[in-house]
């Protein structure tokens, strides 16, 4: 709260550090984001892989086509 109150002098301060204080929320929004969505293609990965070829080819998908369907969100 200190330094907070240190720099909030002036308007022109108070807005660089609103402007440089939502440029780090987006980032962390971001990087979450993408780590959220890094386990969902995990997710569908490891349960395409545990499938039989049957059940694959009922999906119209060949193992070789795993990870293309993980990446494109193929129904599971």
Known sequence: M???TAIAGTANATARFDAAFS???GFC???CG???QGR???TRYA???CKSTTDLARLGLT???IAR???TGARN
Do not use: Q
Request: aromatic residues 4%.
């Open 29 to 31: 929004a971001d990087f």
């Open 40 to 42: 969902d293609i995990e």
């Open 23 to 25: 440029a780090v929320i």
């Open 47 to 49: 349960a395409l892989a």
């Open 34 to 36: 993408g780590a959220r």
């Open 2 to 4: 200190t330094s907070i």
């Open 69 to 71: 369907a993980a990446l």
């Open 63 to 65: 193992r070789s086509e």
